[in-house]
């Protein structure tokens, strides 16, 4: 579509005249604007609920909205404040009436964006803002055909956390403040879906696509793909949604979903959201997963053709309870979100897979946060970290993972498992559909369970205080321990492998000795053909091992198909570097020209830089 040029530009004038108009701010306090990486200032004027009308624009990359807000006046402000981010702004209209106003936007914050204020009376109930994205909007993921499966039509994906939603949609974008939505999705191309974190079809319909999210969410959750998208349903309220020539695939992979809900919801409640649907990405998409209310968006990777990766889904759906039902306020409060998450997981794993094989990923993720807090500044090893001027995805350590979930457990065993559970389910039943600070939790933990049973416990220190405290209960896997005695003792032969899951391979295969040979690896590789493995879990750490010992000429077109299907980020370039650091930089250089097509720019970005 390409409509309105011209008036785009006279509007853009407009707004640069505003733009100049705009007055010094009054300061503002932390009571007014208490999530500091938003610019708005809810207990004054709060936008509650939004009627999205989007126009999709594939050829020029750009969505065209209009964002109609239902806000209360609370403190009798003179003007309500949205986050914006790159948006151009056409007009802004307020009250029943439509009647347009002079809004102003103030200059552009490198991390936060630019403020919208909107001036509103006591009275006024309705904001609608006319807006596009621009071109570098950091929540849209544009990928050409040839990042798809399907490799025919072009795919668009949203990723909201933590403040990127205002760059697609001007709203009060804070964790803090929940809003409901109903959305309305128009010139989606002929053959293609829209889905979004709502209701969402089953079908394919003509253009046009309506949504409705009733329940009330943090804005950073509002989420959209469109493509060549099919459903296919696992049972009556799991699905999944996947490009057709995955979809079967991905289906078989995912069988365990509604077995997966059924044991979270034995653990800590009902699940609240209606249905729960997973959407594999097609294979440019360069991230894990994302929680989003109703349809987890997951990385085509975990289809591994062994079910063995869906743990990830496991920790994307405990999130329906932790995140999305009880948010943390603010991003300093993030291991509230992803602590309870991994505790979860772990929980859901263990009922399906048992206890030693929940306490082996445990263990492998335990050990990745050791490795990762070498090279943290002791004070973002914090629970509780002050995000403040910084950008929230930052502090996306395996600190708020890893570090929460060992404080939760370390909490369980105070008492035992029927107390503590009930304790937990407690706290999300008391505070669903809220968004809640650490304190707030502290508080709570201390009157309906540390006071409710007298124990004791340094709370304060695993919260505050930089490190990890000495009464943290160290993970212990003996499946781990013998794996790598197998790996120390491989010049005696080969190990028995009966049984072992792509985890263990993974493990193994990273504790070989520096002294393994080229005919060990060899060996290992008749045997075992894991050169030849689906699991990209297991790719990666086989084929950069291998690289690094010399194995090269043998497996290469092996990696390069590897490198060429996979787009994940993460899993592509350890095994660049393997390549480049053993002098084989001009195949790194032959693959990535291959692959690139298909790799979305935040991973191309990366592999670029390194090959240059
Ligand atoms: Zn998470």
């Known amino acids: 579509m390409k409509f309105q040029s011209i008036v785009v530009l006279i509007l853009f004038a407009l707004f640069i005249a505003c733009n100049q108009e705009t007055p010094k701010q009054e300061p503002i306090t932390s009571d007014s604007r208490p999530d500091r990486h938003s610019f708005s200032q809810p207990k004054l004027a709060v936008a509650k609920h939004l009627d999205l009308n989007l126009k999709v624009d594939f050829d020029q990359k750009k969505l065209y909205g209009t964002a109609t807000w239902t806000i209360e006046n609370l403190g009798k402000a003179k003007e309500i404040i949205f986050d914006t981010d790159g948006l151009n702004i056409v007009k802004v209209t307020v009250g029943q009436e439509a009647k347009e106003v002079q809004f102003l936007l103030d200059a552009q914050d490198s991390v936060l964006g630019a403020a919208l204020h909107v001036p509103i009376e006591p009275t006024t109930n309705l904001v609608a803002i006319e807006y596009q994205t621009g071109p570098n909007a950091a929540a849209l993921g544009w990928m050409d055909a040839s990042m798809t499966a399907g490799k025919t039509k072009p795919f668009l994906f949203t990723q909201g956390q933590a403040i990127l939603t205002r760059s697609w949609i001007p709203c009060q974008d804070s964790p803090g403040n929940r809003i409901t939505y109903h959305a309305n999705v128009s010139d989606v191309p002929d053959g293609m879906m829209a889905v979004m974190s709502a209701t969402n079809p089953q079908e394919p319909a003509k253009n046009t696509y309506t949504f409705k999210m009733d329940q009330p969410i943090p804005p950073y959750l509002i989420a959209l793909a469109i493509g060549d998208i099919a459903f296919k349903p696992i049972s009556e309220r799991t699905g999944v949604y996947a490009e057709p020539v995955m979809l079967d695939k991905v289906a078989w992979e995912f069988a365990d979903m509604e077995k997966m809900v059924e044991t979270a919801e034995s653990l800590y409640g009902p699940y609240a959201w209606g249905r729960y649907d997973v959407i594999v990405l097609p294979p440019g998409f360069p991230f894990g997963g994302m929680e989003n209310p109703r349809l987890t968006f997951a990385t085509p990777t975990v289809i591994a053709g062994d079910r063995s990766l869906v743990s990830l889904v496991a920790h994307e759906l405990a999130h329906s309870w932790s995140g999305n039902l009880v948010t943390n306020a603010t991003w300093s409060d993030f291991w509230l979100n992803e602590g309870f998450t991994v505790y979860f997981e772990r929980r859901i794993m263990e009922a399906l897979y048992g206890a030693d094989f929940a306490e082996m990923q445990d263990e492998l993720e335990y050990n990745e946060l050791i490795e990762e807090m070498k090279s943290l500044d002791s004070a973002d090893t914090r629970l509780k970290v002050d995000m403040t001027g910084r950008n929230p995805d930052d502090g996306a350590t395996m600190v708020p993972y890893q570090k929460g979930s060992m404080f939760l457990r370390m909490l369980e065993q105070k008492t035992d498992r029927e107390?503590?559970?009930?304790?937990?389910?407690?706290?999300?039943?008391?505070?669903?559909?809220?968004?809640?600070?650490?304190?707030?939790?502290?508080?709570?933990?201390?009157?309906?369970?540390?006071?409710?049973?007298?124990?004791?416990?340094?709370?304060?220190?695993?919260?505050?205080?930089?490190?990890?405290?000495?009464?943290?209960?160290?993970?212990?896997?003996?499946?781990?321990?013998?794996?790598?005695?197998?790996?120390?003792?491989?010049?005696?032969?080969?190990?028995?492998?009966?049984?072992?899951?792509?985890?263990?391979?993974?493990?193994?295969?990273?504790?070989?000795?520096?002294?393994?040979?080229?005919?060990?690896?060899?060996?290992?590789?008749?045997?075992?053909?894991?050169?030849?493995?689906?699991?990209?879990?297991?790719?990666?750490?086989?084929?950069?091992?291998?690289?690094?010992?010399g194995y090269v000429t043998e497996i290469l077109p092996q990696v390069e198909n590897y490198l060429v299907t996979v787009g994940r980020r993460y899993l592509v370039k350890a095994v660049y570097q393997a390549l480049k650091d053993i002098g084989h930089i001009e195949d790194a250089r032959r693959i990535f020209a291959k692959a690139k097509p298909g790799y979305h720019a935040v991973t191309r970005g990366t592999i670029e830089e390194m090959l240059k």
């Open 419 to 549: 107390k503590w559970d009930a304790f937990l389910k407690s706290w999300f039943e008391a505070n669903k559909f809220t968004s809640r600070t650490t304190e707030d939790f502290l508080d709570f933990l201390k009157k309906n369970y540390l006071d409710k049973y007298q124990v004791t416990a340094n709370v304060e220190e695993w919260v505050y205080k930089p490190g990890i405290p000495a009464n943290c209960p160290i993970p212990h896997s003996t499946r781990l321990a013998a794996l790598e005695k197998a790996a120390q003792d491989i010049a005696n032969g080969l190990p028995n492998t009966k049984n072992w899951a792509p985890q263990e391979w993974v493990h193994f295969i990273r504790s070989l000795p520096e002294s393994t040979n080229v005919a060990t690896f060899k060996n290992l590789d008749s045997k075992f053909h894991l050169t030849q493995s689906t699991n990209a879990q297991v790719q990666l750490a086989w084929y950069e091992v291998n690289i690094r010992h």
